[in-house]
């Protein structure tokens, strides 16, 4: 089981940058997927997450109406789309599956508690 996150990078404010997160060694037709952020000395936060399904997804507030989350199962593939990107979006970005759905989504999907598998971080750097 194994989750890669990439398309991090330097981007001026303003900008956008697509997040990708392939899974391999399972499907994401069981699997929600989040996505959380880590800035220096500061918790991991939640930032998105899309149900297994497709049908459901989230956003932090801070990134409503900038990010989008999307997946492609026939890739095996979830993407986060960020647009209008913030000096204070700079963190490295995590995904992550979980096997939590419906209520339970709806209510916990910001925690990272509720993750069983992690990938590597993606460094994303929101500078002039």
């Known amino acids: 089981v194994q989750l890669q996150a990439s398309g991090g990078g330097l981007v001026q404010p303003g900008g956008s940058l697509r997040l990708s997160c392939a899974a391999s060694?399972?499907?994401?037709?069981?699997?929600?997927i989040g996505w959380f952020r880590q800035a220096p000395g500061k918790e991991r936060e939640g930032v998105s997450c899309i149900s297994s399904s497709g049908g459901s997804t989230y956003y932090l507030d801070s990134v409503k109406g900038r990010f989008t989350i999307s997946t492609d199962n026939a890739k095996n593939t979830v993407y986060l789309q960020m647009n209008s990107l913030k000096a204070e979006d700079t963190a490295v970005y995590f995904c992550a599956a979980s096997l939590l759905t419906t209520t339970g989504l709806r209510d916990y999907w910001f925690s990272p508690l509720e993750y069983d598998y992690w990938g590597q971080g993606t460094q994303v750097t929101v500078s002039s």
């Open positions: 060694g399972f499907t994401l037709d069981y699997y929600a």
